[in-house]
């Protein structure tokens, strides 16, 4: 089953605008990442954010996490051609002995040149 | 640096028979991860391996089975293939677990006919 889900599971925008996905998960995590993936290859890490931590930057990325609200933010700002891809965001859970990954179903960006 | 390798890049099986993926993890990294992720979703967690140890399971059948090798390699066995085995299989390797980022393959594109 799915603990990430993200909003939209599309999006399009023009080159140089901002695109804002969410993520909501259902149990208490340890930290919360994101990742991208271009047409069905390997995933890239992004960012990470722990669970104390409340926002995050890297680059043209930018992170929230609530944790009462359990959910994420992603923004990516002046988009770019490149940037079309799927963003997937990914939880480790606190409360197994598990240590992996669990995605949700990403969103698909597309941004138009 | 080699990043994650993996091998075969695209495979075609017979419902029924078995298949042998392959993972080199990045040099110094001891922990290997295997996501399956079917067209259109997120990638779904099967097995994690930490210094040669089965440290995780997902929820997938007994025809799924793994080992990591002295050198850290990785191999995911499926036996009995079916034609919803069909999926792209993901391989991650991480430092320690998975509270530090993982770094995936390119994957290997799995076709059951």
């Known amino acids: 089953s799915q603990q990430g889900e993200e909003d939209p599971q599309a999006l399009s925008i023009q080159e140089g605008e901002n695109a804002t996905m969410n993520c909501s998960y259902k149990?208490?995590?340890?930290?919360l990442q994101w990742y991208r993936q271009n047409s069905g290859r390997g995933l890239v890490h992004l960012i990470l954010?722990?669970?104390?931590?409340r926002e995050k930057h890297s680059g043209r990325l930018r992170v929230t996490l609530d944790t009462s609200k359990k959910s994420s933010s992603l923004l990516i700002t002046a988009s770019r051609a490149a940037d079309t891809a799927s963003y997937f965001c990914?939880?480790?859970?606190?409360?197994?002995?598990?240590?992996?990954?669990?995605f949700g179903s990403g969103t698909r960006l597309q941004v138009q040149p | 640096d080699a990043g994650v390798t993996q091998s075969p890049t695209h495979l075609i099986k017979t419902r029924g028979q078995h298949v042998t993926l392959r993972c080199s993890p990045i040099?110094?990294?001891?922990?290997v991860s295997w996501y399956q992720q079917v067209l259109g979703q997120g990638p779904q967690f099967i097995f994690q391996?930490?210094?040669?140890?089965?440290?995780g399971r997902g929820n997938f059948p007994d025809r799924f089975s793994a080992r990591q090798f002295p050198n850290y390699s990785s191999e995911l066995n499926v036996n009995a293939l079916l034609l919803g085995d069909s999926a792209l299989y993901l391989c991650?390797?991480?430092?320690?677990?998975?509270?530090?980022?993982?770094?995936f393959g390119q994957g290997t594109r799995l076709t059951v006919v």
């Open positions: 149990t208490s995590i340890n930290n």
């Open positions: 954010i722990r669970s104390n931590e």
């Open positions: 991650a390797s991480s430092l320690r677990d998975t509270n530090t980022e993982a770094f």
């Open positions: 391996y930490y210094e040669k140890e089965e440290r």
């Open positions: 040099s110094g990294h001891k922990s």
């Open positions: 990914a939880t480790v859970i606190m409360d197994t002995g598990r240590r992996a990954l669990t």
